[in-house]
């Protein structure tokens, strides 16, 4: 039987053993996904055993992404420009380091814009970002590297960490290739004048989150046509969504990209590229109310 488990400290709160379990048995997989509780101290130790102890692989949570990046022996081009691994598979016994956070984000987004039947009419030409944390660092390189999108604009309440991701970006190299993406940043008071002439709207701030302050913002100049994106997912909808909806944008909320994210791990451990269906987004729609 293969095994798999989420690291983090903590990590029962995790759903990507609900997900993962999901494909497990629609795939009639002999596997398990657990969740494994490791103190940042153990991380190394844990992650060089894990073959010896059975496993295929595993996904590492929060606090552990950034140190895992500098553990693994491989690492793929996006998890080295975003700085992070959320996915490692061993191979001959290295540690191959991923980021699906990136691919999930983009996927959710192309996802929601082959459904609707928007591809004729959608194009990514300037794209805003809200936030410059670790999410907004896969975000920000999934549309460098997507070498469809012409502008970022990165906002942040700390400038400085915008332009952090700005300069790390600017020589990332994708494939062999270097991307040809323009990235700008913005100061925090200058949220609202940005929005003109963008196509899609990405909230990676925790703003909007449960228990955290709402994002405070005028959706005045944002083109009627541009996509709404929150990352946030719980709640679903989040009052960013509530609020470009009312005035006519197409919004994408985010518990996609958490289950487009998990996508890339089980096709490295197992070999089949798993299926997003309705039926797995209910399940874990209805976990994280839960949880
Ligand atoms: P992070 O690294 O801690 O970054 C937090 C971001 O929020 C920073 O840009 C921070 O700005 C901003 N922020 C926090 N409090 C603020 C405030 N009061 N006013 C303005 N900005 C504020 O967190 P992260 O890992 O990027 O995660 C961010 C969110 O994305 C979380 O809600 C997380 O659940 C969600 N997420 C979702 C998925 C998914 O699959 N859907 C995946 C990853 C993350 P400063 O730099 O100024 O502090």
Redesign the pocket.
Known sequence: MKKVAVIGYPVKHSLSPLIHNYWINKYGIDAEYGYMEVRPENLENTLRNLGINGYSGCNLT?PH?VEAAKIVDKISDVALVIGAVNTIAIHDGFLYGDNT?AV??FD?IINYVSENNLKDSFNIDKAVI?????????VAASLAASKTNKEIVIV????S??QEIREHLAFAVFEGERHNSDIKIAG?DELDNVLEGANLLV???????VG??T?DINLDKLPKEALVND????PLETDLLRQAKKRGNKVV?????????AVGGFELWFGIKPEVTKELRQLVEKASLES
């Open positions: 929060v992404k956070d999930g984000f959710n809200i936030g410059a944390g670790g999410a907004a660092k896969a942040n309440r700390t400038k960490k915008a925090w909230n990676t701030t925790i703003l909007g989150m955290q302050e994002l990352i946030v997912y719980k909320d985010g518990l996609g990209m958490l289950l487009y994210q």
